[in-house]
């Protein structure tokens, strides 16, 4: 019976595995093979004189990435490793693979991030690569179970959508029949209502997508949102929760993923609960002490003034009362002082990782928000009438998964992250 490459140890007498041939190395006499499968690396040697010919026979013909079954005894030898190795009794190729191959799985030969994606099934058979999607599959169930286990029913809302949630131009437009359409930037509006469906809190993880004109580390055009939306619920305990889940994820994958976090050589420490919450002024505060482009009441936080308050607090932060006139919307003014809302943003110290807020809830205010922001009522009212039929409270947020997972493994790059990539230049594979 075929074991994972883990499985098998130098107390194992026997072994069949099948994995892809990541070495060959020939010294005469002797030659070795790694073959890797997703759970690890073991060496196979063969002794020319002491192995079955037909062994040898396929042993000279087998390629560097080709699929090959080995069956054969194991021994304890401490060079190898973990420490045990396979002489074969029986090697046949199961699939070959063309050389040369377009890409080094074994890392020897460095390949820049556009030769990478252009044959990533390639790339992420690399150990390395491997473990961030091991990592990043983690990071989702964990946030799934989290928000279930906290009373969240998991929806699904429509990508192909009549108007834009913010308006802007951060659409893509698509032909759809007679009409024209457009991808969703965000399932903002349907989130909110399902709170006027009853549903009291929802969660979602899917696509959005989003017109980023120009390439950057952090933007995808094709992002992963995990969204939260919670009735009966202000803008602080939706922080609380955003918080909880964060921790719990690190949590997750700190336990279970001991090995994936090994191979990236990472520190994963747990961020510490609670986060600080900065309001926006004293934000720009801080960074007008460290950028030269100084920020004014009404900027939004340049990318070198997220890193300069990061570098202050040092650890994972809230900014929070924002202008309302730099918020969406629908994110509600303080009664007393509405010229600040009840939005806040997540921050790592290296970037934004989530935006939130407690929404309006009060149909009038909210058409008078959307007046205020240029655009009309009218193209809203699929949204806005669930707001005259028993609206409740509600506040949430939306996370980019993409830049969790960036962030906890100290990427470089958020195309690291997601495994087919769609900037302004890539559209394949
Ligand atoms: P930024 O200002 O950093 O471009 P944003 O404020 O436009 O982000 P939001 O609309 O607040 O983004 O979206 C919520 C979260 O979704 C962001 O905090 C981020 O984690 C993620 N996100 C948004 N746009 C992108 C994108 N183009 N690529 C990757 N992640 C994104
Ligand atoms: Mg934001």
């Known amino acids: ?143 799934m179970e989290f928000l279930a286990s906290r009373g969240c029913i998991n929806i699904t809302t429509p990508k192909i959508v009549a108007a834009a949630t913010e308006g802007g131009t951060e659409l893509f437009p698509i032909a759809y029949f007679e009409k024209e359409a457009f991808m969703n930037q965000s399932p903002q509006l349907y989130k909110q209502m399902m709170m006027a469906a009853g549903f009291e809190a929802v969660f979602e993880i899917g696509p959005i997508f989003r017109a980023e004109e120009h390439n950057t580390i952090r933007h995808l055009n094709e992002a992963t949102s995990l969204d939260v939306e919670v009735s009966f619920a202000d803008h602080n305990d939706v922080m609380d929760l955003l918080e909880d889940l964060i921790v719990h994820v690190y949590g997750c994958v700190r336990e279970t993923c001991a090995d994936q976090i090994a191979e990236l050589g990472v520190d994963l420490t747990v961020p510490a609960k609670p986060f600080p919450r900065i309001p926006y002024t004293e934000a720009i505060d801080i960074a007008n002490r460290a950028v030269e482009e100084k920020l004014s009441f009404g900027d939004d936080l340049s990318p070198a003034a997220e890193r300069a308050i990061g570098d202050v607090i040092g650890q994972h932060y809230f900014i929070v009362d924002w202008p309302t006139d730099i918020r969406p919307y629908y994110a509600m003014p303080y009664p007393d002082r509405p010229e600040f809302c009840k939005a806040f943003d997540l921050m790592h110290p290296r970037m934004e990782l989530s935006s939130g807020a407690q929404r309006i809830h009060d149909h ?63 559209l394949m594979p």
């Open 1 to 143: 019976m075929r074991l994972p490459i883990r499985a098998v140890t130098p107390k194992t007498e026997f072994a069949e595995i099948i994995g892809w041939v990541h070495e060959v190395r020939d010294l005469g006499g002797l030659s070795f093979f790694l073959i890797r499968d997703r759970t690890g690396i073991i060496q196979v040697t063969i002794p020319k004189k002491k192995v079955p010919a037909e062994v040898l026979d396929t042993a000279r013909n087998v390629s560097r990435e080709s699929v090959v079954r080995v069956r054969g005894r194991v021994k304890a030898i401490e060079k190898a490793p973990g420490g045990r190795e396979i002489v074969p009794e029986e090697l046949d190729i199961i699939s070959i693979a063309e050389s040369p191959l377009p890409l080094d799985v074994a890392e020897k030969v460095p390949a820049e991030m556009d030769t990478r994606i252009d044959s990533r099934f390639l790339d992420v058979r690399k150990p390395r690569v491997r473990a961030i999607f091991f990592i990043r599959s983690m990071v989702t169930c964990a946030a």
């Open 364 to 426: 009038d205010l909210l058409v008078a928000r959307i007046r205020a922001k240029g655009l009309s009522p009218e193209s809203f009212e699929f949204y806005l009438r669930t707001f005259r039929y028993g609206m409740p409270p509600h506040a949430g947020w939306g996370l980019g998964i993409e830049r969790l997972v960036m962030t906890m493994l100290d990427l470089s790059n958020i195309r690291e992250a997601v495994l087919f990539p769609r900037d302004r230049h890539r």
